[in-house]
Nanobody, 112 residues
């Protein structure tokens, strides 16, 4: 069955960096649109970034220039490199395989 397992979350100080990973299995990863979402307390889940099977990429305006999405089709993994983090980036981050399913989420907390 489809599995999406996120990792890499944690506590980081403002201005710091984290790299999230999402390991996928149970479907053909290489051609699938992959997405990162986040949900902050009391807010709706929002799309952060996505990457198509041909590496077409888009970002939410709030993370442009700070976050980078990438994928490694040899490892069936999608990444989200997050730099210059701010407290407003605090959220649970979810990986989604379009049309396939969601991961369980990983907590990112930005605080001094």
């Amino acid at each position: 069955q489809v599995q999406l397992v996120e990792s890499g979350g944690g506590l980081v100080q403002p201005g710091g960096s984290l790299r999230l990973s999402c390991a996928a299995s149970g479907f053909t990863f290489s051609g699938n649109l992959m997405m990162w979402y986040r949900q902050a307390p009391g807010k709706e889940r929002e799309l952060v970034a996505d990457i198509s099977g041909v590496d077409t990429i888009s970002y939410a305006d709030s993370v442009k220039g700070r976050f980078t999405i990438s994928r490694d089709n040899t490892k069936n993994t999608v990444y989200l490199q997050m730099n210059n983090l701010t407290p407003e980036d605090t959220a649970v981050y979810y990986c989604r395989a379009f049309g396939r399913g969601w991961g369980q989420g990983t907590q990112v907390t930005v605080s001094s």
